[in-house]
């Protein structure tokens, strides 16, 4: 819409010195002649443009104007746009960067030359004075968070905006899951929320084949279909399924385990497991006293310390990872 256009545009100009038409056109896909005529339709809104003829020239909003900056500070503003970078660190390329575009034309102006001006273009020191790139950026060196470790494969971003459209339209979707215990279904769910918790992102809807809430982790979800068919929303939210049920998505035996690790690895013992459930054995070894779900992954997490732990408890789950070692170890025989 030619609106959200015209907003998207004082947005990228607010944050930046100058611009150029080519550039303008480029980014949001127009003619340059789409783009003057945008830039007469700002200037009878009331908003200051200025226009610097030349082959370094382009267009820039008069440090004269400014947004209100009355309902938050800068330091907040900071902090918000940190976390919303970190935030689309793992999403799908482009789905809030409108949103932070916005956020950095809130900052405020400040003394200095911003990089993105020519050296050449006949500029004020006024308008140079605007950038806030360089702040922001001496800012990001104090703070940064980043998610994209945990945002996935190329796959789980299709996943993820092929569920993220049928949560907006609020129609039924189909998959194909694998569970905790390496078991594979065919699903069919009201899709309700998208959550990252546990450092993954997950689906939390309605499971017309449990019938019941569930929560679907994306990197094991395939085959994602939109059925065209729509679904009224349930009452329950996800922070209140959270609170109150068992937050895995089967059913699942929680077990109490103790885990004597050795002394080497203390380092991942402390950063992992709560001071208050683990206790110095005389031999310097770590005892761990923990409760996890039994299945596949938790005989996973305890192989993965190799020769650095032992089970001690319970007796059934020492023989599970007994045999399942002597089995690894027979691969390499």
Request: aromatic share 10%; with cysteine.
């Amino acid at each position: 819409m030619k609106t959200d256009r015209l907003l998207s545009i004082i947005i990228y100009l607010l944050n930046r010195d100058l611009v150029s038409a080519r550039e303008l056109a480029e980014k949001f896909e127009v003619s340059v002649r789409t783009i003057q005529r945008d830039m007469e339709a700002i200037e009878l809104a009331g908003i200051p443009i200025m226009t610097i003829q030349g082959p370094s020239g382009g267009y820039a909003i008069m440090d004269s104007f400014k947004l209100d900056r009355q309902l938050v500070s800068t330091d907040d503003l900071f902090f918000i746009i940190t976390a919303l970078h970190g935030i689309e660190t793992s999403l799908p390329a482009g789905s809030i960067s409108g949103t932070i575009e916005k956020m950095k034309g809130l900052l405020p102006r400040e003394t200095g030359r911003d990089e993105t001006v020519p050296e050449d273009a006949a500029v004020s020191s006024a308008a140079r004075g605007r950038g806030t790139s360089g702040r922001y950026s001496s800012r990001l060196e104090k703070l940064s968070i980043d998610f994209s470790a945990f945002g996935g494969s190329e796959r789980q971003r299709e996943v993820f905006k092929q569920l993220e459209r049928a949560i907006e339209s609020e129609v039924l979707v189909s998959f194909s899951y694998q569970n905790n215990r390496m078991e594979r279904t065919d699903r069919v769910v009201e899709p309700m929320t998208l959550a990252f918790k546990w450092r993954s992102w997950y689906l939390f809807g309605y499971c017309t084949l449990r019938e019941d809430y569930r929560l679907f982790r994306l990197g094991r979800i395939r085959n994602v279909e939109m059925l065209g068919k729509t679904f009224r929303h349930r009452d329950m939210r996800f922070d209140e399924f959270f609170e109150e049920t068992n937050p895995w998505e089967d059913s699942t035996e929680w077990i109490d385990i103790t885990l004597k690790f050795d002394s080497y690895i203390r380092p991942v013992v402390e950063e992992f497991y709560e001071q208050e459930k683990t206790e110095e054995g005389p031999d310097g070894s770590l005892i761990a006293h923990v409760r996890m779900p039994e299945d596949g992954w938790v005989y996973g997490l305890i192989l993965s310390y190799g020769k650095f732990v032992e089970v001690l408890a319970p007796e059934r789950l020492r023989g599970i990872i007994s045999s399942a070692a002597r089995e690894i170890y027979s691969l390499y025989e």
